[in-house]
């Protein structure tokens, strides 16, 4: 079935994530619709109902949640910049992110090392070399990308604080100037995906900075002619 189908595109192709996701609708039976908006929004509590399903089951109880966190708080403890540079990849969009994006965020010493972590913990997707127009970019999975938000949420009580995203803001903001004053349109072409991602946590941006990046990303709808959303 096509809704079968777009499920499994929608979760992470690893055999545990498959397991999981068979016992909790087996267990509940939630909807596919459901299940999935839970992984976009994933949270220590979906991890925890995740865990004793499985128990129940008598099968393996390590979660996503689980075995992510473990490694992000290894990637955290390697490097300082590191704990930055996953709480920007987390507002963005999971699909080719520019690798230039973090480079002006961090350097490219930084930002090289961090995507060797990725992959070394097995956190990048398949098509995580790949470019777009020439433009060297990486991808993490929808899930994934949503654990590590829920972790560095947590972890820095972002929800209180939302000063700490205000470099991450900064960057981006100053990254789209850029490609509209360059006249980049490829770059553009894949860089609104990213600004529409991370306005959408409008819980952690205060108006003055979400005003900023909106502002921006007018700028590219227009040079791209999307009128409407301009």
Known sequence: QEETKQFLEGISPFPLDVS???????????????????????????????????????????TRYGIIMLSLK?????????QDLLLFISLLDSHKIPRQLLVKFKGNI????FIYHLKKYSLLTNDAATSYPGEPVFSIHQSTRAIILAYI????NLIKHKNLVERQVQSLDNYMKETVEK???????????????????EELLNEESASSLRGELGCIYYYLRYSAKA
């Open 20 to 62: 999981v996701a068979v016992y909790y609708i087996k267990a509940t039976h939630v909807p596919y619709k459901s299940y999935l908006e839970n992984m976009v929004k994933y949270s220590a509590d979906f991890s925890h109902v995740q865990e004793k399903i499985l128990q129940e089951a008598g099968a393996y109880t390590k």
């Open 74 to 82: 290894q990637l955290v403890d390697t490097d300082s910049n590191f």
């Open 110 to 113: 930084v930002v090289d090392n």
């Open 153 to 156: 949420t947590k972890k820095l």
């Open 183 to 201: 006249e980049d349109f490829s770059t553009m072409k894949s860089l609104y995906r990213h600004a529409e991602q991370f306005l959408s946590h």
